[in-house]
């Protein structure tokens, strides 16, 4: 099947069946594939964010209060 054929096939899906397509390639392509390098910026403030967690862990937020927090305001 041509790349265009399946194209038009994927058009004829509804939105739901779409998504789920599309969650489904993202899952294949993440299982297959190495993570994608930090760029110099990512790396920098991964290594910012640690220093600053060691100055002061006391300001973390466990991850259930702030997944709670987000869920309350986003839904």
């Known amino acids: 099947m041509k790349t265009i054929d399946i194209a038009e096939e994927i058009r004829?899906?509804?939105?739901?069946?779409?998504?789920?397509?599309?969650?489904?390639?993202?899952d294949g392509i993440a299982a297959d594939t190495e993570p994608p390098p930090l760029t110099d910026a990512q790396r920098s403030e991964v290594a910012r964010r640690i220093?600053?967690?060691?100055?002061?862990?006391s300001r973390a937020i466990p991850w259930d209060e702030a997944l709670a927090?987000?869920?309350e305001r986003y839904g």
Do not use: G, M, N, Y
């Not at 220093?51 to 862990?57: L, S």
């Open 51 to 57: 220093a600053e967690h060691k100055r002061d862990p």
């Open 69 to 71: 927090t987000l869920r």
């Open 12 to 26: 004829r899906l509804s939105v739901d069946e779409r998504i789920h397509l599309v969650q489904e390639i993202w």
